[in-house]
């Protein structure tokens, strides 16, 4: 029989930057400054068609990333995985936007999945009924309760008619009324052969739907087994672990934690994929080095954009030209100085061209420095006619 999914290897992982401006500096100089958690370290199995597959762990092992790779939207960092059919995720308020009101959710939701328009108008009234929200359905998302938003996530996901629905937690804020209305939906999906892939804390739910169980173990695969084994072992550690103090969980859960950090699978696996690559040639620091050039000389010219418009060079040289040294300065014609103003002062001709190199000057008509006839913009060029 075919698996309907198939996990080779799979690890998550996420990028930790101490600061944004770290982002940037790594994409320009190649250097590592990021810290990576794994989330998921190096998972494999295989769920088959008509299968009802439990997972269960502790808040922070990594369900709902597991969730999300199972749904397509993120990608794995290493591995593969092979998911044959059409998935659809429901979790509280998963793909609703606040903005919206519930109709306009649930034509955007229905679209997204594929359906057209026709299909959308005929289904509308019966995820309306399903949901069961009344008045509210034509309220923006944003003013729903958590429960409201699970009601309305898991009526549009069941009438798209997914070949493999996953239920992230959505159970857990409806009540028992909701509760056995979705169960008896998930029950004829399976009855049609659909893969459901059921994540929740309830061990009870679990038990009583699910075929097999998947332990999750701080982003590691503890157990995948039949439902009563794997419960049994889950309950016998939630028993151990919550008869220690507070500090010793805290200091197991950090434990446990460090080992995240750790990426001896996923390098394991880089090398596997890296051996039938062609040794580095010496010259390659040479074009790494001229590579970090250019990404940084295009930087800089979209930075000159933004700031001079659309043509940086020409905008540089129109903001500058009036510092920038001319070719030919133009002359300025000696005033006529009468002959009162050189017996009073001592004066030497000097009459040749000049740049003013102060960052703030004036030009004054009078020796007292009180009438100042214009500003003197530094680079300026000037004739210095005489100095006294």
Same mark, same amino acid.
């Given at each position: 029989?075919?698996?309907?999914? #198939? @996990? +080779?290897?799979v690890s998550k992982s996420f990028n930790l930057y101490k600061k944004q401006s770290d982002k940037l500096l790594e994409i320009i100089s190649f250097k590592d400054n990021k810290e990576s958690f794994y989330a998921l370290h190096n998972l494999s199995f295989?769920? @088959? !068609? $008509? !299968?009802? =597959? $439990?997972?269960? $762990? %502790?808040n922070g092992s990594g369900k709902s990333t597991l969730s999300n790779l199972l749904a397509q939207i993120i990608p794995a960092t290493s591995g593969s995985i092979d998911i044959n059919g059409e998935t659809s995720l429901i979790a509280i308020s998963a793909g609703l936007n606040n903005? /919206?009101? $519930? %109709? !306009?959710?649930?034509? %955007?939701?229905? /679209?997204?999945h594929g359906l057209k328009k026709e299909e959308v108008q005929r289904l509308m009234a019966d995820i309306i009924e399903f949901a069961d929200i009344g008045k509210f359905i034509n309220q923006p998302v944003k003013n729903y309760s958590s429960g409201m938003k699970s009601r309305l996530g898991f009526a549009i996901s069941i009438h798209t008619n997914p070949d493999i629905l996953i239920v992230d937690e959505a159970l857990s804020v409806g009540d028992q009324t909701f509760y056995e209305k979705c169960l008896n939906k998930m029950n004829e999906f399976k009855s049609q052969g659909k893969t459901i892939i059921f994540i929740s804390h309830s061990h009870s739910q679990i038990k009583e739907f699910c075929d097999r169980v998947m332990w999750i173990h701080f982003g590691r695969l503890e157990k995948f087994?039949? +439902?009563?084994? #794997? %419960?049994?072992?889950?309950?016998? @550690? =939630?028993?151990w672990f919550n008869s220690l103090t507070e500090i010793e969980k805290k200091n197991y859960r950090k434990q446990m934690l460090e080992d995240q950090y750790k990426d001896e699978n996923v390098s394991n696996n880089s090398i596997s994929r890296q051996a039938?690559?062609?040794?580095?040639v010496k010259k390659q620091g040479n074009i790494l080095f001229t590579f970090q050039c250019v990404l940084l000389v295009l930087a800089v010219l979209v930075s000159a954009s933004f700031m001079f418009g659309a043509n940086p060079v020409l905008g540089i040289e129109k903001y500058f030209s009036e510092y920038l040294p001319k070719d030919n300065p133009p002359t300025i014609k000696k005033p006529e100085i009468d002959e009162v103003t050189i017996q009073e002062s001592i004066a030497e001709e000097i009459n040749f061209a000049g740049i003013v190199m102060e960052g703030q000057a004036a030009l004054y008509s009078d020796k007292?420095?009180?009438? +100042?006839?214009?500003? /003197?913009? @530094? /680079? !300026?060029?000037i004739t210095v006619i005489d100095k006294s």
């Open positions: 029989m075919r698996p309907k999914i #198939v @996990f +080779s290897n295989e769920i @088959f !068609e $008509g !299968e009802a =597959i $439990g997972i269960v $762990g %502790l903005q /919206l009101t $519930g %109709l !306009e959710n649930i034509e %955007l939701k229905c /679209l997204m087994d039949k +439902s009563d084994e #794997v %419960l049994k072992d889950y309950n016998k @550690f =939630i028993n039938h690559r062609k040794p580095p007292d420095l009180q009438t +100042s006839e214009e500003q /003197l913009a @530094f /680079l !300026e060029e």
